[in-house]
């Protein structure tokens, strides 16, 4: 798993950007320079369908010309209550898809499963299997680990059982092929930190440990005839993903190959013809240079108008075509549809000219994909091509500085990563109120109210997500009666007041009670508009002498028994979150012993009684530098069509008004009904297997909880910079070394010195 860098460094990095954006040039975002030119070459994608039985490609590999797959089908039983069964086959064809052969495997043993398809350094096409036997008398049980060798028509001719070292049999053992490699008679598996040899009978030899802290993902040999592990290797607190160098005959390691700022996690490796790897993340190609870690990205499957996602396995070909095999479901035949796509390159300039938008995001949901798919083949004027940032270490980071540097895309989604208040500040964006007035189906009064005045900006509107969620805090009635807003005062007041032995709130230390109290209520101290700060009040140095009262981190007791605190009146505070209407009735159930629930706004000055929107879906909006608008446009508000609510806002909150209508009706209903264009709705009992549907007071709860809504609750660097920045300032607090008011005041000097660096 990729671990997290030192945050304090991307902070400073990001900073330093940003004061360059919005200080040194004394440019405003309109000013910026846009460099969006297109690659000179691009992939153009051809399309074979293979008609095989097998419903999921597990493996796949090239001999010579021909592409060889390994995978699986469901078969029902035959007899009443007999048991169903896993159908393997093996299916091989020419590399345009023709000659297709297919063949169910047979030879194995009955708990025998091939783990993966291979080809060895003499070209030969092999299974790797494991079997698993277990003694229900003794409670033992074994593992074994095979090799078949395959003939041309996937019939096992021969077979190596791998004999592993009794030392170390007591290890967990994995094959996979992309951690297998054949070299001079000898089979190198890599798994976590070592690599296992065996000779060509299965006999084990040594094991080579990795000197280095890193877990191999993959092992490649390179055009010499080089070995190579590639995986994560750490560094303290943070890390990178490198290549290391096994030299078998040396019995050592070389030293790390990093890729600089790039982290790819590779789903897939394979060595092309001039002598570079080639790697498959599932967003993107990218070629690497083995002998010093430079790294090329040779395509990005979107702007191949193709599904990454769906991208089985893909082989670098001889004349510079990449072969992909892909493997879709339709829904209209329930089936999965498999591919053999050939991308050839070629020219931009020989591809049909259209308009093109430049879209950018630190990180892209799977409907902004599709849409960008179906968009791209479908449309006659414009075409989204993708500058993708998945790759880097830190995507953000890389966003924003691109944007520093003028790389402005025509379409920015800001769901993550971006500061949307300095970027609106400096007029980045356009309002896509009028885009709203000139549409003939969507129009502003088509949306829920209270998420509009909660997105709005000086009344205009820069970005919408198209579903979210609601954030509070919840608590019994028997403590908090019917109260939906309060101060800080007032909360801290009402705790104290709790029976001894109470607990604030679940899994709650004083670091994470004001983190999440202050950043969930930033409005309270910060103004980004007028660049006010006010950290050093009263309320808040309350707040942070209060915080003290709470366990620290490593005080926190995760095995109390939250249930019977509840009950009994002790649990004084807990998170709520309502991703759905459906989600209400648990919390009905789980504060029945305190006669119902309350929900709560975070303290507040005012005592408001807003609640929290997070957005679960992409927030795009359109940049000052786009000059193709209503392309852009078209893009962005296929997101909030009635179809699009309808059909990909599920089990969430919608933000249309019609569709949470819809959906409340839904989660109401008792029986399934059809909707008037004839589509088949079931009920909550039925889709979830609730045993009751919300009661009419249920939903109008719902909506009483929307029109709450007022505050936004995303990933913000600016947001989590004021929170880091209260985090480190306050340990000298609860370490005695500062009071509150002191650590207040220097609170209060580093967040306005960020705010007037970031306004």
Known sequence: MKKKQGKQFLINVFLFAMAILFTACGKSA???????????????????????????????CKKEDRIYMYGSTWEEAKEKNGEGRSIYYIAS?????????????????????????????????????????????????????????????????????????????????????????????????????????????????????????????????????????????????????????????????????????????????????????????????????????????????????????????????EDGKILAISTNYQQSTQKNITEIVILNKIKASEIKEKKVLIYAGASMDYSVKEKILSFNKTNENYRIEVRDYSGYDDSARKLNLDITSGKVPDILDVSYGISKDALVKKGLFLDIYPFMEQDKEIKKEDFIPSVLSTMEVEEKLYFLPYSFNIQGLISGKKMIGDREGWTVKEMMEMYKAMPKGSVFMTDMSREGFCYNMITRQLNEYIDWNTGKVDFNNDDFIELVEFSKSLPKEEELKYDDDMTVLRNEGKLFLESFYLQDPVDIIGYEKTYKKQKGYQILSYPSSDKSNQLSMGGLGSMLAITKQCKETEGAWEFIRQFFTYDFQKTEVNYCFPVRKDMLERRLKQVQATKSYKEEDGTKVNTIIEEYGYDRALTKEEAEMIRSIVERIGTCSSYDTATDEIGEIINEELQAFYTGDKTAKEAAEIIQSRAKIYVSENS
């Open 30 to 60: 309109t000013e910026v320079s846009k460099t969006n030119a297109r690659s000179e070459y691009l992939y153009q994608p051809t399309y074979q369908s293979i008609e095989i039985k097998m419903d999921y490609i597990q493996s796949a």
């Open 93 to 317: 064809c020419n590399i345009d898809g023709s000659d297709l052969q297919e063949k169910e495997i047979k030879g194995l043993k009955d708990n025998e499963y091939v783990m993966s398809l291979a080809v060895d350094d003499k070209d030969q096409l092999l299974f790797m299997t494991q079997e698993y036997e277990y003694n229900e008398e003794t409670g033992e049980d074994k593992q074994y680990y095979r090799i078949h060798r395959l003939n041309q028509k996937g019939k096992i001719e021969d077979t190596v059982e791998l004999k592993k070292d009794k030392k170390d049999s007591d290890e967990y053992f994995y094959l996979d092929s992309n951690c297998v490699v054949f070299l001079d008679g000898m089979i190198y598996i890599g798994m976590d930190k070592k690599i296992y040899s065996f000779d060509e009978k299965g006999k084990a030899g040594k094991s080579y440990e990795i000197e280095e802290d890193m877990y191999i993902q993959k092992l490649i040999l390179s055009a010499e005839g080089k070995l190579y592990t590639y995986g994560w290797l750490n560094e303290g607190d943070s890390g990178k993903q490198v290549f290391i160098e096994f030299k078998p005959k040396e019995e050592k390691f070389g030293d790390p190959i990093d890729l600089g700022e790039y982290n790819i996690y590779g789903q897939s490796m394979r060595l092309s013809e001039s002598g570079k790897v080639f790697v498959n993340d599932g967003n993107n190609i990218y070629s690497v240079d083995l002998s010093n870690g430079k790294l090329t990205t040779e395509l990005n499957w979107i702007n191949s108008d193709v599904d990454g996602d769906s991208v089985r396995e893909c082989f670098p070909l």
